[in-house]
């Protein structure tokens, strides 16, 4: 039984002149026709269709030897008048880890305006640039008004250290700074390395692993640069759960004449001499009552029977005695002079309460809570209030949380 045969679309191609285009078809029949253009073997089943006017449907007929058997394929013509033309983007585009690389390609040719549309790994979107910030596979589309098109598919790489492997040695005291990392490993990038810590000596690294000396506790980062000027920081901290902790409480404000009770505290650490500063009635670390006339700073070093120096300090500020001025008249008018009533004190923030304005009658004008400093400009749900005599009533807490109240009279002129 004779088989059927055949035939396949190899190419089309418009001329230069973009008046005619040429086809390559493939077959594995024995004849071929086509009712346009002209048809020439060109060996291998492969037979060349030129001189087709451009746009113009080609249908091709073949046959087998004994012309029993036949197919056809119907050839599309192109519209050779698309002058389209894209920039070929490079195949694979590589950048460092943590950089934008931004596409702007070029475009020609187009009959109106251009459009570019970008699939991306993360979406896809119409603009006329691309910025490339993560690896994967890129296609982009660029289509004109005559709907001619051009198409490119790139990926895009990560170079340079992606990362590193590092490890600590704590120092031998909490303020000390014979610690030490070790780089252990470097993930990717190109070799020599340039490793800096803390933003402070570069230095450049031809092996692994590399040690950095003279570290102390706390959080640090390690600068790794590549030779072709790639970077990445790499966060490490260092700690040691057996050293101590040293507290010797927050910052305390009292007023002139009161006293804070210290509460100092040595956790895990094994205690062979203590110095407070100023000197103290105390000889180690318990609870005292600190009372100063001024504003003082406490201080205390604690050396346990390691050698370890241990270091913490709290300051106390002293306030005078409380007070308390709220204008008894104001006069809203604009003049910047007595525009409003200012609550002026000397107590500490967290301490005021609100304040508040009534009217004769007892309504409630004005309310302002926790939000210091206060103050009052006259006005009574937006509008200024009429000339006349108002009641304020202002509240805080004293240093053992309890409210106190002063109330008084403010007269508005206008």
Known sequence: MEAIPTITLVSVDCDPSNSFYNSIVQTSGASLTADFGDVTPAGAGLYNINNVPQGQDITVMVSSATGLCASSLMIPGPDCSCTLMAEDIADTITFCPGDTFVLIPIVTGGQGFAFSTWITPYGTFMRPTLPLYREGQYIWIVRDEAGCEERDTFNAEFIGPEGAIITSIPPSCPGSTDGQLTVDSIIAGTPPFMIQLDNGVVNTVNQLPYIIDNVGLGNHVVTITDIIGCAIDVPVTVDNQDFGILDIGPDETIQKGDSVLIQPSAEGIVIS?????????????????????????????????????????????????????????????????????????????????????????????????????????GKAKGEMVQTGVYVYKFTWKDKKDRIKVKVGDVTVLR
């Open 273 to 377: 001499t203590v110095t407070w500063n100023p000197s103290l009635p105390v000889i180690g670390i318990e609870d005292f009552w600190f009372g100063p006339e001024v504003t003082t700073l406490i201080s205390v070093s604690v050396q346990d029977t390691a050698g370890c120096v241990y270091e913490d300090e709290l300051l106390v500020t002293v306030l005078d005695k409380e007070s308390i001025y709220i204008p008894n008249i104001i006069s809203p008018d604009g003049n910047q002079v007595n525009d409003d009533l200012v609550v002026i004190t000397n107590l500490p923030v967290e301490q005021l309460v609100s304040l508040e304005i009534f009217d004769r009658w007892g309504s409630m004008l004005y309310g302002q809570y926790g939000d210091a400093p206060f103050h009052w400009d």
